[in-house]
């Protein structure tokens, strides 16, 4: 056997056993569980298996350092405020003002042609155990030219940890998430056309939304995009699994996280050991993809880590339970742009196309090469079309295109 295959072999090996182990560890939650988990885990590790070929531990320690150091991703911010959910968790927002025209002319014209645009407020709501640093490329494409707000899910980010789940032990729900929207929008547009832009948890915020307040939908909201979301039916996606991986998982995963979120500074100690295993796993259901930037790969890695498994155990449960079918009717005499990667394994895009079968009037877009990040896989792509939704909702000229985005620190 040559030196390489012999390497080829260990590395296999190892990441077979740290699979095994990681099954292993689960099986003392659940047995059944660590089954699941096992599925996941031996996929995520193959790839690892053949990085470790050719980038030692310490090397790819080094690359994530130098990552972190040097991508950009992530560093935009806003004029900061907070408001206050309906059990007074504090949520934390940001603004990014239109900037004078004479400081902003040549991505003015790029982005709206000669005219200015209307006075309106773009509110982007991002994803479970994400931030509102997932928007980055189209918030750096629109900075300065249209009014926009970012701001962070109760326990995500820099918004705080939800009042009644710490106090009250209260589960999260969709509805919960709805309300903590209107309170936002309360503190930073409290007058003035919005466009709502979700991905995925944030798509179904903003349906929450509709089903709890109408009336601000009928009367403020002039355009919606909902990107790798759902409306409801969550229980019956398998995440590329076998039959019997997932039925395992959706029997026992819930129970598993809760056990996992009592213990979360053992878990996240875990967590970190191992990083390599974990990363995979991100990859796998973030991105479709192989070639997709590393920078950005480990920016996604990164928004994801920083999320607490207790934080991660609270919310799951509220997706299976999830069902807004009926309030995206709210959006039915709205310009809505329903968005989605082919390849998303969390939210897949026959969800995405059942939405657009409820409002047909809607411009559904799906791309092929992508999965669940999709803004943040394709992100040129993604910015032109949610600049076209502004455009048919009267925030720039019809004939108005975006020239990418390359200003991505700016």
Known sequence: MSESSAEAAEAVANAASAAASAAGNWRKVGSVAGAAIGVIAAGAAAGVAIERL??????????????????????????????????????????????????????????????????????????????????????????GVVRTVHWDQRSHGRSGRGAAQVEDQEPVTIDQLGRDLKAVIDAAVPRGPIVLVGHSMGGMTIMALAAHYPELIRDRVVGVGLVGTSSGRLGEVNFGLPVAGVNAVRRVLPGVLRALGQRAELVEKGRRATADLFAGIIKRYSFATRDVDPA???????????????????????????????????????????????????????????????????????????????????????????????????????TATVGGCDSATS
């Not at 900037?99 to 982007?124: D, I, M, N, Q």
């Open 296 to 398: 950005v790969a480990r920016f996604a890695e990164r928004m994801i880590e920083g999320t607490p498994i207790d934080v991660v155990a609270e919310f799951y449960p509220a997706f299976t339970e999830h069902d807004k079918t009926e309030a995206l009717e709210r959006f039915a005499e709205l310009p809505v742009l329903v968005l989605a990667g082919v390849k998303d394994l969390v939210t897949p895009s026959e969800h995405s196309e059942a939405i657009a079968d409820i409002l047909p009037d809607a411009e559904l877009v799906l791309v092929p090469d992508a999965g669940h990040l999709v803004m943040l896989e394709h992100p040129t792509l993604v910015t032109d079309r949610l600049a076209d939704l502004l455009a048919r909702a009267g925030a720039m000229p019809s």
């Open 54 to 143: 050719t980038v030692g531990r310490g090397m790819r320690q080094k690359a994530r350092l130098a990552l972190d150091s040097a991508g950009p991703y992530g560093a935009l911010r806003g004029t900061p405020g907070k408001a206050y959910a309906d059990d007074g968790t504090e949520l934390y927002y940001e603004v990014d003002d239109v900037e004078p025209e004479a400081s902003l002319a040549p991505r003015r014209r790029r982005l709206f042609g000669r005219k200015a645009p209307a006075p309106v407020t773009v509110v982007f709501c991002h994803g479970y155990c994400l931030n509102q640093d997932s928007w980055h490329f189209q918030r750096a494409a629109l900075r």
